[in-house]
Nanobody, 122 residues
Framework: QVQLVESGGGLVQAGASLTLSCVVS????????MAWFRQSPRKDREFVVA????????YYKDSMRGRFTVSRDNAKNTVNLQMNRLKPEDTAIYYC???????????????WGQGTQVTVSS
């Protein structure tokens, strides 16, 4: 059974940094593409970043590029999302997802975590 568990969210002030982690069990992070999405109230789930199975290619949503950095730790079977210079509009529940191909469409991902809340105050 594949499970994804996110952690690392919290309440921070604008300009601060947070690192989210997604621990995967039941599957190796080195064999499947993975992605981070986020969802704010009354909004659709939004693509943040995706990383290929070998980590050779990373795709960021343009608005996150330069502030967010994704990485993978194969030894810990974990994918991390480093978020810097956070803004109030980054407030959302952040989800990690595992899929069969790189895509911005959440429908392309088969497995999801339960999400971790990130709140950025102004």
């Amino acid at each position: 059974q594949v499970q994804l568990v996110e952690s690392g969210g919290g309440l921070v002030q604008a300009g601060a940094s947070l690192t989210l982690s997604c621990v995967v069990s039941g599957r190796s992070v080195s064999t499947d593409p993975m992605a981070w999405f986020r969802q704010s109230p009354r909004k659709d789930r939004e693509f943040v970043v995706a990383i290929t199975r070998d980590g050779g290619n990373i795709y960021y949503k343009d608005s996150m590029r330069g502030r967010f950095t994704v990485s993978r730790d194969n030894a810990k079977n974990t994918v991390n999302l480093q978020m810097n210079r956070l803004k109030p509009e980054d407030t959302a529940i952040y989800y990690c997802a595992l899929g069969q191909s790189i895509a911005e469409d959440p429908g392309e991902y088969n497995y999801w975590g339960q999400g971790t809340q990130v709140t950025v105050s102004s």
